[in-house]
């Protein structure tokens, strides 16, 4: 439903976004024969603005797909809610550093010849009501396939990035089918798409999948259709729910970490689901400090990012040096953005999100006369937030009014907390590279992966969090960062929380900075080697998406794999 191509691009919300973006970025240089398809999204996302008491407004992002993107000829036609609606394509070529391009599809129904409630159901990401949300399901899904094939595609594999695409099941079932009913599919035409289909679930909460009223299916998606899913156990409560679907016409089904594999197997038991743990793309979240030292040390870093494990043989005061510019570009940030100027020498937290309540942003704040007191005892402390709200997400909203209160309320020499309005690529960037350790505290098992803890690594930034999603096996006490211990009361996570930065964090950077830089630089030799989407991608291809080539390699050459 959303990539992030580039910063000037409003096709993504966030997370979800970026990762795909940074997985067709690995699969360009990897030079995988790998197309994308999402939708066109003419009016963005949103901008958001802060007012002084932290209130939440948004502003379309309105962008010239004609400017950047290049139109493909064929338009194909889909029904919706018993309407033909047509659909064409707009092409982005992402290039890698190896000179291979991924050819990226942006869906776009805004065609004259559509009825007006049509041309804008491509216009707005995550907009409208649930009616709008399945309409556009069906463009991504069964038009995301009908363009395909328009365009002379032989797809072997149909990789679904979270449940929003699994319509594209029905769409290939009907090519199986070659004009016959649904109702005719058998055991083998459901076997031959199951054959076609990866699925990735990215929600470790069942509230969090896609599920629409079975009137909505009928009056939308259409009678048979939707007759067709009930009967192939593809509702849950009385709803369709897309999950339902993906998992039931896929092969091979995973979560997006260690630990959400394990949660999603326990809300989805009848279902085998492994597990491939998210990645960032290296070069693209690296800054340009570390760019060059990188490029000194490991020149084949952006080609094989497991190179950089060799950074552990970087010399400390290079990894210092690389931090400091990096850190000082996000001050001269702050205050163009703030007037407000942060101190250099100054412990700097960064916490930056999806303002979301799980994630709880507020939970450093649980005892505040502590905060402050540690902040005068220890030598300061600069704490750097930002993050959207959803629009119709109140509570979210009501988290970011309350971390801007208390931010007027805690803010003198000893600490200064601030919020930065419009969390977006750039923004993301510098705060991963700049801050001096990554803060993250969502509760568990709320956490399917998480990625910004990832770019921060990448930058010598260790991690301090609550132990879910990637952290989980990211995690070296002392060496890749800190866990905050797991508790069911939030008091305690928030007391474990601060004994860490009284106790550890503080001392060590003021007081013993040579520890400190050791554990940057272990933290991008660890961390950083692995948790990219090169290595994620490799274990895409060879466990989802061509897993029998691997076998038969093995059955018919095993002197050479052997010997290998």
């Not at 211990?485 to 003021?510: I, M, T």
Request: hydrophobic share 40%; proline share 4%; with cysteine.
């Amino acid at each position: 439903m959303e990539i992030a191509v580039a910063p000037d691009m409003p096709t993504y919300s966030g997370g979800l976004g970026v990762l795909a973006g940074d997985t067709l970025r690995s699969a360009a240089d990897m030079g995988l024969p790998l197309a994308a398809v999402t939708l066109a999204h003419r009016k963005g996302y949103f901008r958001q603005y802060l007012d002084a008491n932290g209130v939440q407004t948004e502003e379309p992002q309105p962008w010239n797909i004609e400017e950047r993107l290049s139109p493909e000829a064929p338009v194909i036609t889909i029904e919706i809610e018993g309407r033909p609606v047509a659909v064409r394509a707009w092409r982005y070529d992402l290039h890698g550093v190896t000179g291979h391009s991924i050819a990226i599809y942006f869906l776009d129904a805004d065609l004259d010849q559509n009825d007006p409630r049509d041309r804008v159901l491509t216009d707005r990401l995550y907009g409208g009501d649930s009616d709008y949300r399945l309409r556009q399901e069906i463009i991504l899904g069964i038009g995301g396939v009908r363009i395909l094939d328009a365009l002379d595609y032989k797809a072997a594999v149909y990789h679904m990035n979270e449940g929003h695409a699994a319509l594209l099941t029905l769409a290939l079932l009907e090519d199986q089918l070659q004009g016959q009913p649904l109702a005719t599919a058998n055991d083998q035409d459901i076997a031959v798409v199951r054959q076609k289909c990866v699925f990735t679930t990215h929600t470790p909460v069942p509230a969090g999948h896609d599920r629409f009223s079975l009137e909505q299916a009928h009056r939308i998606l259409g009678d048979k259709r939707t007759s067709f899913l009930e009967k192939k156990d593809c509702t849950h409560e009385g709803l369709l729910n897309m999950t339902y679907i993906a998992l039931r016409f896929s092969r091979f089904v995973n979560g997006v970490a260690m630990q959400h594999g394990k949660v999603s197997r326990e809300m989805f038991p009848e279902y085998n689901i492994s597990a491939i743990t998210n990645g960032v793309h290296a070069a693209t979240w690296t800054s340009a400090p570390f760019q060059s030292i990188f490029d000194r040390h490991m020149p084949r870093w952006r080609q094989d990012n497991v190179t950089l494990r060799y950074a552990i043989d970087i010399s400390e005061e290079e990894i210092e040096s690389a931090h400091t510019q990096a850190k000082q570009l996000l001050i001269d940030t702050v205050a163009q953005r703030t007037g407000i100027t942060l101190k250099a020498d100054v412990f700097t937290i960064g916490f930056a999100r999806r303002a979301a309540t799980y994630k709880r942003a507020d939970l450093l704040f649980t005892d505040p006369e502590r905060l402050v007191r540690c902040a005068h005892e220890q030598g300061g402390l600069q704490i750097l937030y930002s993050g959207k709200a959803h629009p119709a997400d109140e509570p979210g909203k009501a988290k970011i009014r309350h971390v801007i209160e208390l931010a007027k309320e805690l803010n003198s020499d000893a600490i200064r907390i601030i919020y930065l309005e419009n969390y977006e690529w750039e923004l993301g960037a510098l705060l991963t590279s700049g801050v001096d350790v990554w803060l993250n505290t969502p509760k568990r098992p709320y956490e399917a992966s998480g990625t910004s803890g990832m770019k921060a690594a990448l930058n010598g930034v260790p991690s301090l969090s609550i132990l879910d999603g990637w952290w989980i096996e990211g995690w070296i006490e002392g060496v890749t960062g800190w866990a905050i211990e797991d508790n069911d009361d939030e008091a305690d996570e928030a007391g474990s929380l601060y004994d860490h930065l009284e106790r550890v964090l503080l001392p060590l950077f003021y007081s013993q900075p040579q520890q400190w830089r050791r554990i940057m630089r272990s933290t991008i030799a660890l961390n950083g080697s692995f948790f990219n989407t090169q290595r994620m991608l490799e274990q895409y291809v060879v466990n989802a998406y061509f897993p029998e080539e691997r076998v038969q390699q093995t059955v018919e050459k095993p002197d050479a794999v052997l010997a290998r």
